[in-house]
């Protein structure tokens, strides 16, 4: 069966320091790959989706980026945080068909200070 | 552009059904679903359905679909306290490889 793993669970960052959080995909081959954030009380935010290794859409512009250095390896990144940075953040997957739903992993919490 | 709306809060008795709408915008959405996110935790798929069905049954989950409307409901038949989560709304926009969620409608069962 397929599995996704998201880490850390929470992160304490202060601003101006890197990010970097990491997400993988078992079970499954050339998955779509999605970064979603939802800031406190508001729905999701669409940021990065891939549908191949070394392709990255962006959603909307900010000082995140995101790369797939892998098949099954999603990856966002900052150089520098924000304090609007602040936020959960949902890396997802489906497959590559048109009835496939999205699968959410566990979600970072990450606190901007 | 792609817009999913909800209501934000809704407040039910156990027992008693619950109703959550949503409202979409792209006509030419192939898929809708349902899902639900308890604290702290990432989002759990509920339910979908195809754009050409007007209803789905999944034991106390109905699913009821108005395409002319664009009108999407979710019915939780018998609700309990484990039912208390935020659920969301999400279509799938034709072309598109991806999802459009709502905001979430937290739904708080009490007593």
């Known amino acids: 069966s397929q599995t996704i793993h998201q880490w850390p669970a929470t992160l304490v960052q202060p601003v101006g320091s890197p990010l970097s959080l990491e997400c993988t995909v078992e079970?499954?081959?050339?998955?779509?790959l999605y970064w979603y954030r939802q800031a406190a009380g508001r729905g999701l935010q669409l940021l990065f989706y891939?549908?191949?290794?070394?392709?990255i859409s962006s959603e909307v512009p900010q000082n995140l980026s995101a790369s797939r250095p892998q098949d099954r390896q999603f990856i966002l990144s900052s150089k520098k945080l924000l304090l609007s940075d602040s936020g959960f953040y949902l890396c997802?997957?489906?497959?590559?068909?048109?009835?496939?739903?999205?699968?959410f992993g566990n979600g970072t919490r990450l606190t901007v200070t | 552009g792609e817009d999913v709306e909800q209501s934000l809060f809704l407040s039910v008795r156990e027992g008693d059904s619950s109703v959550i709408n949503c409202t979409y915008t792209?006509?030419?959405?192939?898929?809708l679903y349902w899902y639900k996110q308890e604290p702290g935790a990432g989002l759990q798929l509920l339910t979908y359905?195809?754009?050409?069905?007007d209803m789905k049954q999944d034991q106390r989950l109905t699913v009821l679909l108005n395409k002319k409307d664009k009108h999407l409901s979710l019915r939780i038949a018998d609700t309990q306290t484990g039912d208390s989560a935020i659920y969301f709304c999400?279509?799938?926009?034709?072309?598109?490889?991806?999802?459009?969620f709502g905001a979430g409608t937290r739904l708080a069962v009490h007593p």
């Open positions: 997802a997957w489906r497959e590559q068909r048109e009835v496939s739903p999205l699968h």
């Open positions: 079970g499954t081959s050339n998955p779509n």
């Open positions: 891939s549908v191949g290794i070394g392709q």
């Open positions: 792209d006509s030419s959405s192939t898929y």
């Open positions: 359905i195809f754009s050409n069905m």
């Open positions: 999400a279509e799938k926009s034709g072309g598109y490889n991806k999802l459009i």
